[in-house]
């Protein structure tokens, strides 16, 4: 009898560390630019990482909403741009149900409407289910932001660093 309970008393620490050194595990230090991964396509993106934003954006065109019984969905299209090995833009056509619409004021102008869903996308070896608003970003430098609802409780941002992050998205967590 005292066997088992020194076995479950071991196992039960066992299990108390893993857990408590997880939820308090540091967050990690990247910088202001990292290589994002869109899942589940393993689509590399360029991300801004910007604790100046509350919710994180992607690039999205023909964005087009619809219905599905009471529930609204959208579908769009997301854009891996070329690269190094990649010589031709590839473009994914995504649909997901509308979390909420959300007001978003430009820094010239009036506000504009934008649609959130989750995505789920790879940073630095880590998986993250984000929302995202959907804009065409064809703008800006950068097709993915990254805010502070994504960022908060596992990232600290260096803006004195760019693409520091080293882990591989293939094999994430």
Not at 3 to 12: D, E, G, L, N, Q
Not at 43 to 52: I, P, Q, S
Not at 67 to 74: G, N
Not at 153 to 164: G, L
Request: with cysteine; proline share 5%.
């Amino acid at each position: 009898m005292s066997m088992i309970i020194k076995m479950f008393r071991s196992v039960f620490l066992f299990l108390l560390f893993f857990i408590y050194s997880h939820v308090n595990a540091e967050p990690e230090v990247l910088g202001w630019l990292e290589t994002a991964y869109i899942q589940p396509w393993g689509m590399k993106v360029r991300a801004k990482l910007d604790t100046g934003a509350l919710t994180s954006s992607i690039h999205a065109t023909n964005i087009e909403p619809y219905q599905i019984d009471d529930e609204l969905r959208v579908r769009f299209t997301i854009t891996e741009p070329k690269n190094k090995t990649q010589a031709v833009e590839r473009e994914i056509r995504v649909e997901r149900p509308v979390i909420k619409e959300t007001k978003i004021k430009e820094h010239v102008g009036e506000s504009n409407s934008r649609y959130v869903v989750e995505i789920e996308i790879c940073l630095n070896g880590k998986r993250y289910l984000t929302p995202v608003t959907l804009a065409d970003r064809s703008g800006f430098h950068y097709p993915l932001l990254l805010g502070r609802r994504t960022l908060k409780e596992n990232v600290i941002v260096d803006p004195a660093k760019t693409f520091t992050s080293s882990k591989s998205c293939l094999h994430a967590e």
